[in-house]
């Protein structure tokens, strides 16, 4: 059963610099956990909502036509609405920045609706070591490519993770399709 899907090219070199720029220009915060605790053994991340930052609906265009098109070629859930804003994160060596294992679906009335997670990575994989997005889709870990504007999609009830990142940084773009819960 392959349940992660990725696209290699589906944001071009020039466009993830440009995210990036944006995002970059924006105050970051630290990251919370659903129900808005920290817990730096968790998740060590800053980020930034990108509706908050100006001019990116052409991202959030984009963000849509991949999340529909991974739903078509392969998940066929009953995707209703983008219910949450994208979040860019970045992940910073100094700061032991990394995600431990978790699932995107969560108690509340929102991260109870997530049914696919979407993954950007808007890093050139040279620029860091470690911060591998890994997904458990059964008894084995599948790597997410760590190629600079690939995307990788999964069913958000999926265990998945970030490694430490070791040098560098590694900053990514994750958005949510949202629909009826699991049953
Ligand atoms: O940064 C990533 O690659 C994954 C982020 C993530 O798992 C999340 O925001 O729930
Ligand atoms: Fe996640």
Redesign the pocket.
């Known amino acids: 059963m392959v349940s992660v899907y990725s696209v290699p090219n589906a944001f071009s070199a020039l466009e993830c610099a440009e995210i990036s720029r944006k995002v970059n220009a924006e105050p970051e915060s630290e990251a919370r956990l659903v129900g808005q605790t920290r817990d730096h053994n968790l998740r060590r991340a800053d980020v930034v909502w990108l509706d908050d930052v100006p001019g990116t609906g052409w991202v959030m265009d984009r963000l849509i036509s991949l999340v529909r098109r991974a739903n078509r070629e392969l998940f066929n859930f009953d995707l209703r609405e983008f219910a949450e804003s994208p979040?860019a994160?970045g992940y910073k060596a100094k700061d032991g920045g990394h995600?431990a294992w978790?699932s995107?679906i969560g108690d509340g009335p929102v991260a109870g609706k997530r049914k696919l997670?979407l993954?950007v990575q808007l890093s050139k994989p040279g620029a860091y070591d470690g911060g591998d997005?890994e997904v458990m889709p059964g008894a084995h870990v599948v790597a997410a490519s760590r190629a600079q504007g690939s995307v990788t999609v999964f069913p958000s009830f999926l265990l998945?993770q970030?490694t430490p990142v070791t040098r560098g940084a590694r900053q990514?773009l994750?958005v949510w399709a949202h629909g009826p819960a699991f049953r």
């Open positions: 979040q994160a995600f978790h995107d997670t993954m997005l998945h970030v990514s994750t």
